[in-house]
């Protein structure tokens, strides 16, 4: 009788233990970017690149444009958003150095507080000749 209670003891233990675990471990990954959606990338001189996602309760979209060699690109981009019904959208753009920080993407702001689903795109291209590579992120 003692072995049983020890032994439901023990597994409730550790199923305390392995819901504590997993916890922490899905929390802490909302504070990681994570790609999402199609990388597109093109070559050649003032090169173009254009990607987009479809992505559920995102916390977070940033996005990245690496070139190769470095240097100045411009992009631009939208963000729509749902929360049933209810649609709302924002753009911006960015010119400078091409980056290739995956931990700090470039910050696309959400139009609405906590979406359903929201649907981003990125179009990016060279001041120059080289590789152009374009990805979305999201937490």
Same mark, same amino acid.
């Given at each position: 009788?003692?072995? #049983?209670?020890?032994? #439901?003891? $023990? =597994?409730? /233990?550790?199923?305390?233990? /392995? ?12 504070? &990681? $970017? ?35 060699? @470095?240097? #100045?690109?411009?992009?631009? $981009?939208?963000?729509?958003?749902? =929360?049933?019904? =209810?649609? @709302? /959208?924002?753009?911006?753009? &960015? ?7 995956? +931990? ?12 359903? #689903? ?13 590789? =152009?590579?374009? +990805?979305? +992120?999201? @937490?």
């Amino acid at each position: 009788m003692e072995a #049983r209670a020890l032994k #439901r003891a $023990w =597994i409730g /233990a550790l199923a305390l233990a /392995a819901m504590i675990t997993a916890s922490a471990a899905f929390g802490a990954t909302a504070t &990681f $970017w994570h790609p999402t959606g199609v990388t597109s990338n093109g070559s050649g001189a003032f090169a173009v690149a254009a990607t987009y996602a479809n992505t559920s309760h995102p916390v977070q979209l940033g996005y990245d444009v690496s070139a190769a060699p @470095r240097q #100045r690109v411009s992009a631009s $981009w939208t963000v729509i958003c749902t =929360i049933g019904p =209810i649609v @709302r /959208a924002k753009s911006g753009h &960015f010119s400078g150095l091409s980056t290739t920080n995956l +931990l700090k993407p470039h910050v696309m702001p959400l139009p609405m507080a906590t979406p359903e #689903r929201c649907s981003p795109a990125v179009a990016a291209h060279l001041h120059g000749t080289g590789k =152009i590579l374009v +990805l979305i +992120l999201k @937490r």
